[in-house]
């Protein structure tokens, strides 16, 4: 079953038909309440699915309407937990770690850019996105439409040619 969230049908889709090869590894920067992993999960069962999220740090809600604002009055209920994403997605690796702060070795054949927070150093965000990349993985950044960090995103992925856009997201290569 896929979970709620704010990432549309069309971008999921957008995701998983990236995911050409029957095993491979998608990073999820910025995973809420694992809607994007629950998604991919029934056709892609081989993958290594990883979230990197805050979570409960950054106190965001789920939405009562997710056609209305985030901050439309009576609109948001409980808070995002990191318990709460291993609920719709056990099979994941998890990190309750701001993007920033996330090391490994592993290297990645998707990395998804889902992240959203006015404290995110978005040039240094997805340079290190870069650095866990296999030589031929892919960004699949979002957030391009929104008001206030599509502007921001848009300045800073502009040295790197975006390969396909789909709604408020975009890949982009090495």
């Known amino acids: 079953m896929v979970t709620e969230g704010w990432i549309s049908l069309q971008e999921m889709e957008f995701v998983k038909k990236q995911m050409t090869s029957p095993v491979g590894n998608i990073l999820e920067v910025g995973s809420a309440n694992g809607r994007l992993f629950s998604y991919l999960y029934d056709s892609h069962p081989k993958w290594k699915y990883t979230a990197?999220?805050?979570?409960?740090?950054?106190?965001?809600?789920?939405?009562?309407?997710?056609?209305?604002?985030?901050?439309?009055?009576?609109?948001?209920?409980e808070v995002i937990t990191v318990d709460m994403f291993k609920s719709h997605c056990p099979y994941a690796e998890t990190h309750e770690v701001y993007f920033e702060n996330f090391e490994t070795s592993q290297k990645y054949d998707i990395i998804s850019m889902g992240l959203v927070s006015s404290s995110i150093d978005w040039k240094s965000s997805y340079n290190k996105a870069f650095s866990f990349l296999k030589d031929n993985g892919i960004i699949i950044g979002r957030n391009l439409t929104h008001k206030k960090y599509g502007p921001i995103i848009e300045k800073v992925i502009c040295d790197h040619k975006i390969v396909d856009k789909c709604k408020g997201s975009f890949i982009i290569r090495k």
Not at 52 to 77: A, H, I, M, S, T
């Open 52 to 77: 990197v999220d805050p979570w409960e740090q950054e106190n965001v809600r789920l939405q009562v309407d997710w056609e209305k604002g985030y901050f439309d009055p009576g609109n948001l209920k």
